[in-house]
């Protein structure tokens, strides 16, 4: 199984950025779908953004479209989520995950076609 692992998160103030990585145990972070999701506690894990292997599919959550932005370096071995405007409802645990199943344009996965996740890391917006 696929050993994910994030990382950059924090404490910032509302209005400020951060830019989460994905990495993975082997050198080159292969999958068909790379999703990032988040936690609040009392909440159900809830979808952030994805992106397809190609980068050419990359759907949204509502209310992060237009301030995330998800990418990957040119060396495939890392997936970022670059995170502006950030705002305290934005607070949660972030994970990385992959799938197996292809994205279809415009649609993102079902949370339960993935298949490996990282640990999270904390991401806390104050106001």
């Known amino acids: 199984q696929v050993q994910l692992v994030e990382s950059g998160g924090g404490l910032v103030q509302a209005g400020d950025s951060l830019r989460l990585s994905c990495t993975q145990s082997?050198?080159?972070?292969?999958?068909?779908?790379l999703g990032w999701f988040r936690q609040s506690p009392g909440k159900e894990r809830e979808f952030v953004a994805a992106?397809?292997?190609?980068?050419?599919?990359?759907p949204y959550a509502d209310s992060v479209r237009g301030r995330f932005k998800i990418s990957r370096n040119s060396a495939k071995t890392t997936v970022y989520l670059q995170m502006n405007d950030l705002k305290p409802e934005d607070t949660a645990l972030y994970y990385c995950a992959t799938s197996t199943v292809f994205l279809q344009r415009g649609q993102p996965l079902d949370i339960r076609e993935y298949d490996s996740w990282g640990q999270g890391t904390q991401v806390t917006v104050s106001s």
């Open positions: 992106m397809n292997w190609r980068g050419d599919i990359t």
């Open positions: 082997r050198r080159t972070l292969d999958f068909n779908s």
